[in-house]
């Protein structure tokens, strides 16, 4: 069974930061592609940046110079530092895995980040 759970996410001031975590299991994880998606109300969910098995990245144009992914395989986890938080970036964040070339997609539950003063 696969999972993929992200945490911490939470309540933070314009100008904070925060970190979140994906931890998967039931994948073979250093094969995928992981991403970092976003969903605010009433918007489409919205790449925000994405690692590939071969550590190449794309980050969406708005969170360039802000955001950091990184990936760790020996603990099966994607990270995503979030610095310089702005309220525009309230959304509820999802972590996704992908191996485009088997047609396998996996999403975690999501978590709540809210930028408020």
């Known amino acids: 069974q696969v999972q993929l759970v992200e945490s911490g996410g939470g309540l933070v001031q314009p100008g904070g930061s925060l970190r979140l975590s994906c931890a998967a299991s039931g994948i073979i994880f250093s094969l995928y592609t992981m991403g970092w998606y976003r969903q605010a109300p009433g918007n489409e969910r919205a790449l925000v940046a994405r690692i590939t098995s071969g550590g190449s990245i794309n980050y969406a144009d708005s969170v360039k110079g802000r955001f950091t992914i990184s990936r760790d395989n020996a603990k099966n986890t994607v990270y995503l530092q979030m610095n310089s938080l702005k309220p525009e970036d309230t959304a509820v964040y999802y972590c996704?895995?992908?191996?485009?070339?088997?047609?396998?997609?996996?999403w975690g539950q999501g978590t709540q980040v809210t930028v408020s003063s």
């Open positions: 996704n895995a992908d191996l485009m070339v088997r047609g396998l997609m996996y």
